[in-house]
């Protein structure tokens, strides 16, 4: 058994694993390019990177590097195989042809396709970045090779009548939240950048009725309330806003802003009343979505708007500051008083745990946002809702619900609504 004169052993020696490594470089360069995060590269691109701009050019061009691809891949393995059986006959004889099918296939499929992939999705941006130079001139020697079969393609795709899909679809909002989410594990991204973008994408979803004050909140005031009196109202209620009404609360005549009250205090004396300082009141239904409610306040240069029903009475009022909490979370003016208080209270040597006092009117998604939770309610948008779902009747204060390691009291009801509620880690005190 000897190998055949024709191919001197030493050749066989050196082709063997120069087509082995040739190999893991086409099945790496596949999985490090198509795995790289674009975000990743884009990055060091701007960085002006030039590996990373060949990697962002090659994938810009897809059908071209996978034909590249695909021809190195295919030639070096079809030529390692060829060699495989040669060498397996000149050794074996005709038994040689199995020999060399099963070693040939185990090599490849571990050298050229497990162990190179597995790397390469170890590394992709490493490996891509590395990669992206001799790619690159493979692509331009091997183009007239793959200019043919691209045209040999293009001909068969003609003829049965399949169009080419354009590579570039529409963008869903599902694939904007994988993106966000991909940013974030890839560090390009802080949590509560990601949080931010995620409120964005929520943000045409929502309508005034979802952010609104609702009417049992509102403190209205008449077009005969003074000076004093409207004073006290924001020292007292933390707004900074207040709906005038007529009759009564479903006939607003106007708003208005604290601030416009200040700049009158050297009138004071004079009786200035409410309704020597209003403004005149927007109007917008519950369902108004958020960007055209906020377009509406643009263009009417309003702040503020009165949030009506179906019916025509009065929902609610609404505030660019909604709007803008919407996506970026609570913001705190100089008239806010803080609404959310925390507390400590000792846990009979356990330590301390933390209270949380928030108002009932405490939206729901707020407080899972708050707590890292995900409390869910089919009727109510707040945190009191949710406890009169919970609780199938108005309850007293003191009523409980524990759910998700929390326990959520009412604290202080008046009349029938509830105004606040204690949040507790279960097991803390009360």
Do not use: W
């Amino acid at each position: 058994m000897e190998v055949p004169d024709t191919l001197p052993a030493l050749l066989y020696g050196i082709a063997f694993p120069v087509l082995l490594l040739l190999s893991m470089f086409f099945s790496s360069s596949e999985t490090a390019f198509l795995s790289a995060s674009r975000l990743h590269i884009r990055y060091l691109r701007e960085k002006n990177n030039r590996a990373a701009r060949r990697v962002e050019r090659l994938l810009s061009r897809k059908t071209f590097f996978l034909n590249t691809i695909l021809v190195g891949n295919n030639i070096v393995n079809i030529s390692l195989s060829s060699l495989a059986t040669a060498l397996a006959i000149g050794l074996f004889g005709s038994a040689g042809v199995g020999i060399a099918t099963v070693t040939a296939t185990v090599l490849v499929l571990l050298f050229g396709e497990i162990i190179p992939k597995s790397l390469a999705l170890t590394y992709p941006e490493k490996m891509a970045l590395r990669f992206s130079l001799p790619v690159t001139l493979f692509g331009i020697l091997a183009f007239p090779i793959t200019a043919i079969f691209s045209l040999v393609t293009a001909l068969v795709l003609f003829f049965t009548g399949t169009a080419r899909r354009s590579s570039t679809g529409h963008v869903t909002e599902e694939d904007l939240r994988t993106l966000i989410e991909v940013g974030e594990e890839e560090g390009v991204l802080e949590s509560d950048e990601r949080d931010i973008l995620h409120r964005i994408l929520d943000f045409t979803d929502l309508t005034a009725r979802d952010i609104m004050t609702p009417r049992t909140a509102l403190v209205g005031i008449t077009l005969d309330t003074g000076y004093d009196e409207l004073l006290s109202l924001s020292a007292s209620s933390g707004f900074s806003r207040f709906p005038v009404q007529g009759d009564d609360i479903d006939d607003i005549q106007g708003i208005v802003y604290i601030k416009d009250l200040l700049m009158t205090e050297k009138f004071s004396e004079q009786g200035i009343r409410a309704r020597d300082i209003m403004r005149s009141a927007l109007f917008v239904f519950e369902t108004q979505s958020i960007p055209l409610l906020q377009e509406k306040l643009k263009s009417g240069n309003q702040n503020c708007a009165i949030v009506l029903d179906e019916y025509g009475g009065t929902a609610g009022l609404v505030t660019i500051e909604d709007i803008f909490e919407e996506i970026f979370g609570s913001i705190q003016d100089e008239f806010d008083h803080l609404e959310i208080t925390t507390e400590q209270s000792a846990d009979h040597g356990r330590g301390n745990d933390e209270e949380l006092l928030l108002p009932g009117a405490e939206r729901i998604e707020t407080v899972n946002t708050l707590l890292d939770i995900n409390l869910e309610s089919q009727y109510y948008d707040t945190i009191a809702g949710f406890l009169l779902e919970r609780a199938a009747d108005i309850p007293a204060p003191g009523f409980t619900v524990e759910e998700q390691d929390y326990r959520f009291t009412v604290h202080e009801r008046s009349g029938n609504r509830i105004e606040t509620v204690r949040i507790q880690r279960s097991g803390g005190t009360e």
